[in-house]
Nanobody, 123 residues
Framework: QVQLVESGGGLAQSGASLRLSCAAS????????MGWFRQAPGKEREFVAA???????RHADSVKGRFTISGDNAKIRTYLQMNSLKPEDTAVYYC?????????????????WGQGTQVTVSS
C-alpha cells in the first residue's frame, strides 16, 4: 500500500556531508513511523534512525551526534542529514515505513521498504 522512494546517496569524502530523503505515497498519515536502515555487503541490515508521526525520534549510538533524522509536518517525506561521514558509513541505505505507536529499531517493525540508495565514503 505504501510506496517509498529514496534519493540523495552518492560518493563523499571522509568528513563530508550528505542528505538523504525518502518520499512516501499511497498510505495514510496516522501513526506513520519512518526509519532508515543500512546494509553493507555480507552484513545484516542495521538500524540508523527513525521518527514517528508525533516527532519522537531515535538514533543508533553509532551515528548520534553526526546523523539527524527529520520529517515534514505531514510525514509524507523524511530526511537523514549525515555529517562527519566515515568510511564505515558506506552501505546501501534503505527507507522503511510502518504503522505503530512505537518507534522501532528492528527491521521487523516495518512493513514497507524502499529500493535503497548507495552511500560510499572514501578514505
Amino acid at each position: 500500500q505504501v510506496q517509498l522512494v529514496e534519493s540523495g546517496g552518492g560518493l563523499a569524502q571522509s568528513g563530508a556531508s550528505l542528505r538523504l530523503s525518502c518520499a512516501a505515497s499511497g498510505g495514510t498519515r496516522s501513526r506513520l513511523v519512518m526509519g532508515w536502515f543500512r546494509q553493507a555487503p555480507g552484513k545484516e541490515r542495521e538500524f540508523v534512525a527513525a521518527i514517528a508521526w508525533d516527532g519522537r525520534a531515535r538514533h543508533a549510538d553509532s551515528v548520534k551526534g553526526r546523523f539527524t533524522i527529520s520529517g515534514d509536518n505531514a510525514k509524507i517525506r523524511t530526511y537523514l542529514q549525515m555529517n562527519s561521514l566515515k568510511p564505515e558509513d558506506t552501505a546501501v541505505y534503505y527507507c522503511a515505513a510502518g504503522y505503530s505507536s512505537f518507534v522501532g529499531d528492528s527491521p521487523g517493525a516495518y512493513g514497507y521498504w524502499g529500493q535503497g540508495t548507495q552511500v560510499t565514503v572514501s578514505s
